[in-house]
């Protein structure tokens, strides 16, 4: 196996902290990246953990051609993460149709008004997460009838969208 000289070398980074010094980001990003988003990382032969190099050639093609992915894809999110989100969405959904109802029975004006917020305030919350969540056909339409209804009840109450 031939060694390259230092002129070859320029064209490489040894190790995740060159690497992520070179892209400018931390070095578990660089990782969670190469695991999970395919960033052109290189081992030696036969190893699954330990030392890795980098192509910078390869590292400014990837840029290139998945910068909207990259910047795009929630951080961190897995599938496990997105379920968790989807089953928190469906939760708080259902925790705001609760508090809109009882806003409704509310004969007590400032019961009424706190209880109307909180719904609200979940409201505004799971629109703002969902966009960060893949949800499945089924998900999306539990979801979007009981936002549906919480607006509804939210209006009759007095809130404006």
Request: a positive charge; charged letters at 30%; zero cysteines.
């Amino acid at each position: 196996m031939r060694r390259l000289n230092g002129n070859e070398l320029r064209f490489f980074l040894s190790g995740w902290k060159e690497i992520a010094s070179y892209l400018g980001m931390g070095v578990r990003t660089v990782q969670r990246y190469g695991k999970e988003m395919g960033l052109p990382i290189h081992r030696p032969t036969g190893k699954s953990r330990g030392a890795v190099i980098a192509i910078k050639a390869e590292l400014d093609g990837w840029l290139r051609a998945g910068a909207t992915q990259i910047n795009s894809r929630p951080r961190g999110v897995d599938n496990r993460t997105n379920r968790v989100g989807a089953d928190f969405l469906r939760v708080d959904s259902e925790i705001a149709l609760t508090f809109s109802g009882l806003a409704l029975a509310a004969s007590d004006p400032e019961t009424r008004r706190r209880r109307a917020a909180i719904a609200r305030k979940a409201y505004d919350t799971i629109m703002q997460l969902r966009k960060n969540i893949v949800l499945s056909s089924a998900q999306r339409d539990d979801l979007d009838a009981n936002l549906q209804r919480l607006k509804s009840e939210l209006q009759s109450i007095g809130q404006r969208f």
